[in-house]
Each structure stands twice: as C-alpha cells, then as structure tokens.
C-alpha cells in the first residue's frame, strides 16, 4: 500500500471537496490519511483555514482520537488486538511473538521501513479470538505460525514489486 | 441450470478465510464445467464453522464448514453441489442445533439474503414496517415502539418510546436520528453482523424513527475499526435512494429522510452518546453534560433520537407484527429478543439471538460447548468492558436488565467473553484500569485521573504491598470513580475491578475465607 507524497494542490482538494459537509473535521482528516497514510504538519492549518477553527483547535482533534497519525507508517500497518475476547484467547502470547518476529515495540516501525506496529483495542471479531489486522484486512484465529506465514506472504508481494 | 452457492462476506467469514474459498469454488466449478451462481451472503453466526459455504437444494440449504480453500475439490468429488454427504457436510442449515433453537426477529435475514439487494429484501419482509408507520400518525408509531416495552440495545436499556416521544414533542425546524454504530465493546459484533449482513434493517428502522419524530436527517457513526461495515453502508444508502426508500419522499410518502455514514477514528469514548455528537460535529469527543437531553438538544443543538443499531434494527419487525408480537418475547420488563455474542474462550462461539431470561449456563454450556481450551470455565465477563465479571456460582441466574443490576453486574450490549480456569483475574482488574487511562476522554477527574491511581494501586496490590490498606484504597477510589464520573467510562469500570476482586480475592493474594 504504497501512498503517495502528501502535496499542497492535492491536500487542498481533499480539503474543499468535504468542507462543506456538516462537522467535515473527520471526514477531512479521514480522507488525507487514506491518501497520504498520516496527517502531515502542513495540513492542520489549511483545514483551519477552510473549516473557520483555530489550528489549536484543529491539532486538539487531531489528537483526541487513536486513529489519525502525525508521522508516515510503515508500508504495512500491523495490528494486534489487546481486548478481554482475545486475551482469553492468547493475545498475550501472540503479542510477544509479534513484537519478537518484527523486533519493534508498539507505536514503532521496523528498521526497514516495512512494517508499523500497533495495538488496538477490538476489531469486532471476538467470536475468532484472537485477532489482527494487517492493514485492512482483518484476520481470526491467529496464532504465531499463521501470523509468520502471513508476513512472509507480505514481504514476498514487495518483492515481487519491487 | 446454475448452483446457488453462499459464502458469506462478513468479516469474521473474511478473516477466516472466506474470500479465497468463494475463489477457489469460482475456479473448480468453472474447470468443472458446472455453472455456480455464488451468492455472498452475511454470517449465520456460527463462527466455528466459518467460513460456512451453503448449497441451495430442493432440501433447503445444506452447510458445509469449515471450508478451506484445500477443501473445494474433494467437495465437488463428493458432489456437495448437489447437497452430498461429505465430512464437513451439517445437514441443512436451518436444522443445526445452535440456530434451530434460537428466536431469531432481529436477526431474521442476517445470513440468509444477500445483503445488497433489494429485491431479496422486499421477498423477506423487508420495508412491511416502513409502509405501515408511513400510513399511521407520527404519535402512533411512537407508541407502538413505546408498548413494544423496547429498550435501548446499546447497553443503558432506556425505553426506546418515551426517547422518541421526547423528540416528536419538542417543536423544532431540524430534528436528527443519530445512530450509534461505534461498537467497541470487547465480546461485541451484533451491530457489525447486522450492517454487513442486513444494512437495510438498520436503514428502515432509522426511517421508521424519522418519520414518527419529525427528523429528516439520519448519521450512522460507524467505528473505524469496521472498513466492511462501512463499505457495506454506503453502497446500501445509495441503492436505497435510488429505489426510492430514502430521500426527498421515503416511499413515495411526500415526507423526507435521508442517511448519511461517518467514520470515527478508534475512540472507545465515542460510544457513549454525547461524545459521539461531538466526534459527528467533528470536535474532540468529549462527554457532555446532562441536561440538556439530546432528544431536547442534541446533534448541532437539534433535537436528536440517539439508537444504538440493534434498537433501530429491531423496530422493523415491530411495526410489521405490532408490539404485542414482539412483547410478548422476554420477561418482567426486559421484553423482546437480545442478540447475545458469544466469545472469548468458548468451542462454539457466535451470534445467539434468544428471549430475555436464558441464563448464562444456557448460552455457555448449550449453545457454547464450554470452554474452547477444554479447561474449566471459570467466568464470563457480560456486557463489554465496562461488565461485572459473573462467577459460574451466578451462572443461573436469568439474563434480564434488573436481576442483573441487582447483583451488580450488566447485560449491555450482549456481549459474553467467556474464560478458562487459566485466568488471572488480578491481572484483568487491572487492564479494566489501564483501558480507563487509554479511553477516557479527560473531561472528569474521577475517570482520568482515577484510572491512572487505579493502576497503580492493583500494582502495589499485585506486588503485595500493603495488601489490606491498599485494598481498602481501591474501594474506596472505585467508590469515588462510580459515584462522581460524568459518564459509564468511569463510572462502570469499577465493574470489573470490584468484580473481580469479590468473586476471585485468591488472585489478589488475599485468603478467600478472610474476605469481606
């Protein structure tokens, strides 16, 4: 899922196609991660401008919720879920087997630039403890095996593109 | 003459596999020669046979599952395309214990229909509601809902009527139907099932809802965490605008309604209703106070009707068979259907939609299979997060709203996490507390500042530091964080904690005999 580099004509269509929407700030914000895979510096006060909000109060939203991130991710978006269904399931140890297999702490990115790693806390597929997603597509029943097997699958797509 | 198969497109399905399974049959039946006319349908519920593929015969529908990919040829070798016998062949599906014995209303279509099409909608009930709330007075649908004795699905359980009743009474140019779809409760996925398998249930209730209160616009605040839920809304708005179902006249009627998805951005908080408003008008989302009511001002100031999905779902079916219909479902004045979601450690987990008052042990042990890991079950957290963890010595008692809350415990959402013997119930204790510090929303000190001491003091309690004093403290913080929290956040994650704490004092290192 490569994105592309975030740029002032295109944050500023991004921008003026939602404006007008009732309480646009989110489908604003949703909108410029989908396509840059983060929220760049740049864009908080061209949505302040645009929306009539102070940049205070645009960076306070900003930073309300889990979901919207400052700083590019990896080309792969690796998350494991932390909630009750799954910890009855697991989660714990195949928390630690990620973290060992990509050598990264949540919040972190693997030195090559692959792989970011994060938690979240449930995807909505408890009846399939315990879950990931990785990137969107969400998956049950993992264990440390098929979570391996899984990566291998990504690195071998980059190859194959690269 | 073409096969009708059914793989499903829910996400659970998906996440088992479900998308390369409807491939692989796509591919042996067309190296087959055997025409297939693959239908993908939503989730019957029953996720340990997911993915659940199902051949339409003159039988019925047979399932098969699990299936994997490696599967589809020896199916087609035994010939399943004609409903035959094979080792992961169940029979027809209807017949399967787990659904036989379920009183599906809500959830009538969930995993039989396609979910996108309108025209298998109408041909199962679908719209009976709307059409007859259109030709009755906006305070007769009111009403209806309000004798149905339906509560709020979300987990507070207020009655769905007098909340409508509130809108539809207050004079205003504008009134909103907020939906609330941030389903973020661990152990929960009704609402997910519902907008992936039967959108338009949820879009007709929402339309029922604003033509008997006066409101024109609808948002559905869908959880971040559900792209497929999403995806599904927004092709079932635009299918049902031009069919004419939503819009400047809702069937033909002269009355408007119109319905619009939002995503939220992965807050637990956005949940709760009045920071869910705030997230629509795309501010931080933070609580609000009480009053004013959002029914009286709620969305942009609006009066606003604010439904969790299974409540707007379930009021369809009530307009179409009357409220007696569906009161007389339940007990005491739980009445209805609850769709209960069956996770965590458990060997048959899915969507079991019963009448209030099973039990517990009914859903684990008959529905569920016991425990997946073969051990001892030991407790059930119910209700999500914020649920009392329910001991198997309380297994019995019927699930309904008020002998819940008369042991200290929730029904919420519905949502049942079911745990083995292997448990550390201090340890979830305190991750009740650490999910408190990650999700608050930071309005009120008990629940932001609270969940951050409550952390620490389970950490000295763990660590057996001054055992009995800082119990005491924990007490007495959970008092405070209860009594004094601006919303369910702080003001239920005791829960948890207390519960936890009475039913497993062991865990705590403390002598079982010796509590109080």
């Given amino acids: 899922m490569t994105k592309e580099t975030p740029s002032a004509a295109g944050l500023a269509a991004l921008i003026d196609a939602r404006r007008a929407l009732p309480g646009a700030t989110l489908p604003i914000l949703h909108a410029i991660q989908d396509a840059y895979g983060y929220v760049p510096d740049e864009a908080l006060p061209m949505i302040a401008a645009a929306l009539n909000l102070s940049r205070a109060e645009v960076q306070g939203v900003v930073s309300f919720y889990h979901h919207f991130r400052r700083t590019p991710p990896g080309r792969h978006v690796v998350q494991v879920c932390r909630a009750e269904s799954c910890l009855a399931m697991g989660a714990e140890a195949l928390e630690a087997h990620v973290k060992a297999k990509l050598g990264v702490d949540f919040h972190e990115t693997t030195a090559d630039g692959a792989v970011t790693l994060e938690p979240v806390y449930c995807l909505g597929n408890c009846a399939c403890s315990p879950a990931m997603r990785v990137d969107d597509d969400i998956l049950g029943r993992m264990n440390g095996r098929r979570f391996d097997a899984v990566l291998h699958q990504l690195q071998q797509t980059e190859g194959a593109s690269a | ?516």
Avoid at chain 2, 78 to 96: D, K, R, V, Y
Avoid at chain 2, 334 to 361: C, D, I, M, W, Y
Avoid at chain 2, 374 to 386: E, F, I, M, N, Y
């Fill in chain 2, 1 to 516: 003459m073409s096969v009708r198969i059914y793989v499903p497109i829910d996400s659970s399905a998906l996440s088992l596999g479900a998308e390369a399974v409807a491939r692989a049959i796509r591919h042996e039946a067309a190296v087959r020669d055997i025409v297939v006319d693959i239908v993908r349908n939503g989730s019957r519920g029953m996720f340990w046979l997911e993915p659940l593929v199902e051949v339409d015969t003159p039988q019925g529908r047979i399932a098969y599952g699990p299936v994997q990919p490696e599967d589809v040829p020896g199916l087609f070798d035994a010939g399943f395309h004609q409903g035959a016998a094979h080792s992961l062949c169940h029979g027809p599906t209807e017949q399967i214990p787990f659904l036989a014995r379920q009183e599906r209303l809500t959830f009538a279509r969930v995993g039989v229909t396609d979910p996108l099409s309108l025209d298998d909608y109408l041909a199962h009930g679908g719209f009976e509601g709307l059409q007859r709330a259109i030709a009755m007075a906006p305070a007769e649908v009111v009403k209806e809902v309000t004798d149905s004795g339906l509560r709020g699905r979300g987990g507070a359980a207020f009655p769905t009527g007098i909340k409508w009743k509130t809108v539809l009474d207050t004079p205003a140019a504008q009134k909103y139907v907020a939906c609330n779809a941030d389903e973020g409760d661990s152990g929960t996925f009704s609402d997910r099932m519902l907008m992936e398998g039967d959108p338009y249930c949820l879009l007709e209730g929402m339309a029922i809802a604003g033509l008997a209160t006066g409101a024109t616009q609808g948002y559905i605040y869908v959880r971040s965490e559900y792209p497929h839920a999403f995806r599904t809304l927004q092709a079932a708005i635009e299918r049902a605008r031009a069919g004419g179902w939503l819009g400047a006249s809702v069937a033909g009627c002269g009355r408007a309604f119109d319905i619009d998805v939002r995503l939220g951005a992965g807050a637990y908080i956005c949940g709760e209703e009045t920071s869910m408003l705030e997230s629509l008008e795309g501010k931080r989302g933070v609580v609000r106070a009480k009053p004013p009511l959002p029914a009286v001002s709620g969305l942009f100031g609006k009066p606003t009707v604010i439904n969790n999905v299974m409540s707007l779902a379930s009021v369809p079916i009530i307009l179409a068979r009357g409220a007696a219909f569906y009161r007389d479902y339940g007990l005491g004045r739980s009445r209805g259907t609850l769709p209960f979601q069956l996770a965590g450690n458990l060997r048959h987990t899915g969507l079991v939609e019963k009448a209030f008052g099973v039990t517990l042990r009914e859903l684990l042990e008959d529905y569920g299979g016991g425990s997946f890991s073969g051990k001892p079950l030991r407790t059930a957290q119910v209700g999500g997060p914020l649920g009392a963890y329910v001991p198997a010595s309380q297994f019995d008692v019927a699930l309904d709203y008020e002998q819940y809350a008369a042991m200290g415990a929730m029904v919420g959402h519905g949502g049942i996490v079911a745990f083995d013997d292997t448990v550390d119930m201090a340890k979830m204790a305190r991750h009740a507390m650490a999910f408190c510090v990650e999700e608050s929303c930071g309005k009120c000190t008990p629940c932001r500042i609270g969940s951050v001491r409550g952390v620490e003091v389970i950490d000295r309690i763990i660590a057996g530091e001054d055992r009995g004093r800082n119990i005491a403290l924990l007490n007495s913080l959970c008092d405070t964080m209860l009594s004094g929290s601006l919303c369910a956040m702080g003001g239920m994650t005791p829960y948890p904690v207390q519960s936890a704490l009475k039913h497993f004092p062991e865990d705590f290192g403390i002598d079982k005999t010796a509590a109080a």
